[in-house]
């Protein structure tokens, strides 16, 4: 089993910044691909950035390029997302995803992710 914690998130005003951290434990290995995603109120999940298990490889989706950065600690079994000059439509849950041990490339959508952690809420407020 895989068990991946969520933390970092809460109140920002708009500008601000925070950064998330993901801890994974169990049967995790470096070379896991991992995400994360995030759910507004009303919305469907959508894919924020993702990780290649080396770190040499990572995607973005477009309305947060230039303002957040993925990054891992592979000795530490951790993803970070840093978050950068916050806006209101960042508000929602973050999830941390894992692709299943097969995949070794970026996966966008949730069907690509095996594996989830319980969420952490960020709101930003302007």
């Known amino acids: 089993q895989v068990q991946l914690v969520e933390s970092g998130g809460g109140l920002v005003q708009a500008g601000g910044s925070l950064r998330l951290s993901c801890a994974a434990s169990g049967r995790t290995r470096s070379s896991d691909v991992m995400g994360w995603f995030r759910q507004a109120p009303g919305k469907e999940r959508e894919f924020v950035a993702a990780i290649t298990g080396s770190g040499a490889s990572t995607s973005y989706t477009d309305s947060v390029k230039g303002r957040f950065t993925i990054s891992r600690d592979n000795a530490k079994n951790t993803v970070y997302l840093q978050m950068n000059s916050l806006k209101s439509e960042d508000t929602a849950v973050y999830y941390c995803?894992?692709?299943?041990?097969?995949?070794?490339?970026?996966?966008?959508?949730?069907?690509?992710?095996?594996?989830w952690g319980q969420g952490t809420q960020v709101t930003v407020s302007s």
């Open positions: 995803a894992r692709r299943g041990a097969v995949f070794s490339s970026i996966a966008t959508t949730p069907s690509g992710y095996a594996y």
